[in-house]
């Protein structure tokens, strides 16, 4: 193999082989561009190959250098960098997540992490909201949660300070949600070349129609049907070029259910999606690959609770890199009776 063609998810990969190999200068060495790379960037080398992100690619360095160097005192730094990219209590993709996750196990055992004995204080605008002491018995519990309002943030600049006393390593993730205005009749277009609209019509109980591929289906902005018909929902994802594993969701307007969808027709086993997933309030397709044009997507619901509603936007979006993505536009539905 040629080692100045690997890009450095490779070069982890591989070294984690040289480990179990016993190999372990040749993994080792395998690692220093990567960590020169982490060191003078914040981020890694795909060298032009296939993408994977900073996340997968950091997961796999903690996992070799777990079993090569586990005194080396950039992994430390490396975890926290890692820990800082959560959103929530996941990482940006399922894949992502499932890396950390792995590389985590790995790199516990070799760490003092397991043995905590710290206090930690938390203030906001120099006001303390929280104490709380932290020990072996917390390893194992779900994380510790903070919530403060605006009563205590208050409108302007809101400093929070959290201060560590005792043994242990402490990691905490800070999140601000807010409610905010928005333009939900302008699609949201964050990739070029990727674009989703949808479309509604009166269906049939029982019969299933391939969506038309070549006429454009007219996207109006208010529809109107009467409680107890059924309403087809056609989806149609354009781009301009491949894309992979992406999903399609469709937020579904309140007062209609989703019908399950029986027996598939023949056609339907060559179509793009792969898998359907149902939920009270949604429908999504996993679509393996987008080739360049027009794919139309259907499902059915049923009309039920009379009144006016707001199906929000649909978004496609990559299941492993979700900044690749794109969203629909807001559309009213009237249900009479």
Same mark, same amino acid.
């Given at each position: 193999?040629?080692?100045?063609?690997?890009?450095?998810?490779?070069?982890?990969?591989?070294?984690?082989?040289?480990?179990?190999?016993?190999?372990?200068?040749?993994?080792?060495?395998?690692?220093?561009?990567?960590?020169?790379?982490?060191?003078?960037?914040?981020?890694?080398?795909?060298?032009?190959?296939?993408?994977?992100?900073?996340?997968?690619?950091?997961?796999?360095?903690?996992?070799?250098?777990?079993?090569?160097?586990?005194?080396?005192?950039?992994?430390? !730094?490396?975890?926290?960098?890692?820990?800082?990219?959560?959103?929530?209590?996941?990482?940006?993709?399922?894949?992502?997540?499932?890396?950390?996750?792995?590389?985590?196990?790995?790199?516990?055992?070799?760490?003092?992490?397991?043995?905590?004995?710290?206090?930690?204080?938390?203030?906001?605008?120099?006001?303390?909201?929280?104490?709380?002491?932290?020990?072996?018995?917390?390893?194992?519990?779900?994380?510790?949660?903070?919530?403060?309002?605006? !009563?205590?943030?208050?409108?302007?600049?809101?400093?929070?300070?959290?201060?560590?006393?005792?043994?242990?390593?402490?990691?905490?993730?800070?999140?601000?949600?807010?409610?905010?205005?928005?333009?939900?009749?302008?699609?949201?277009?964050?990739?070029?070349?990727?674009?989703?609209?949808?479309?509604?019509?009166?269906?049939?109980?029982?019969?299933?129609?391939?969506?038309?591929?070549?006429?454009?289906?007219?996207?109006?902005?208010?529809?109107?049907?009467?409680?107890?018909?059924?309403?087809?929902?056609?989806?149609?994802?354009?781009?301009?070029?491949?894309?992979?594993?992406?999903?399609?969701?469709?937020?579904?307007?309140?007062?209609?259910?989703?019908?399950?969808?029986?027996?598939?027709?023949?056609?339907?086993?060559?179509?793009?999606?792969?898998?359907?997933?149902?939920? !009270?309030?949604?429908?999504?397709?996993?679509?393996?690959?987008?080739?360049?044009?027009?794919?139309?997507?259907?499902?059915?619901?049923?009309?039920?609770?009379?009144?006016?509603?707001?199906?929000?936007?649909?978004?496609?979006?990559?299941?492993?890199?979700?900044?690749?993505?794109?969203?629909?536009?807001?559309?009213?539905?009237?249900?009479?009776?």
């Amino acid at each position: 193999y040629e080692r100045a063609a690997l890009s450095d998810w490779g070069r982890a990969m591989l070294a984690q082989l040289f480990a179990q190999l016993g190999r372990g200068d040749e993994g080792r060495a395998l690692l220093g561009p990567v960590w020169d790379h982490f060191k003078a960037s914040k981020a890694f080398d795909s060298n032009g190959g296939q993408w994977r992100s900073d996340m997968e690619t950091a997961a796999a360095l903690i996992s070799a250098a777990s079993r090569l160097s586990p005194g080396d005192p950039r992994l430390p !730094d490396l975890v926290r960098w890692l820990m800082e990219k959560r959103q929530g209590n996941r990482w940006s993709s399922t894949r992502d997540t499932a890396f950390v996750l792995y590389a985590l196990a790995e790199y516990l055992p070799t760490s003092s992490e397991m043995t905590p004995d710290m206090n930690v204080v938390v203030t906001v605008n120099k006001q303390q909201v929280a104490k709380k002491h932290f020990g072996r018995q917390d390893v194992f519990r779900p994380e510790t949660t903070l919530s403060a309002g605006a !009563d205590v943030l208050g409108t302007q600049r809101a400093d929070v300070e959290i201060r560590k006393t005792g043994a242990g390593r402490l990691y905490c993730t800070v999140t601000l949600d807010q409610a905010v205005g928005a333009r939900l009749n302008v699609p949201v277009r964050t990739t070029p070349g990727l674009l989703i609209e949808r479309a509604y019509r009166k269906g049939t109980p029982t019969r299933h129609e391939r969506p038309e591929r070549e006429d454009r289906l007219p996207q109006r902005e208010r529809y109107t049907f009467e409680s107890g018909e059924v309403i087809e929902a056609i989806l149609t994802v354009r781009c301009d070029r491949e894309f992979d594993n992406m999903m399609v969701e469709d937020l579904i307007p309140a007062g209609c259910e989703i019908m399950d969808r029986g027996v598939i027709q023949p056609w339907e086993w060559t179509y793009e999606w792969a898998d359907q997933v149902i939920r !009270d309030d949604r429908m999504a397709f996993a679509l393996t690959h987008l080739s360049p044009g027009a794919h139309r997507l259907a499902y059915r619901m049923v009309a039920q609770i009379p009144g006016s509603y707001t199906a929000l936007p649909p978004r496609v979006f990559d299941m492993y890199n979700p900044q690749v993505r794109g969203e629909g536009i807001a559309q009213s539905v009237e249900i009479g009776r």
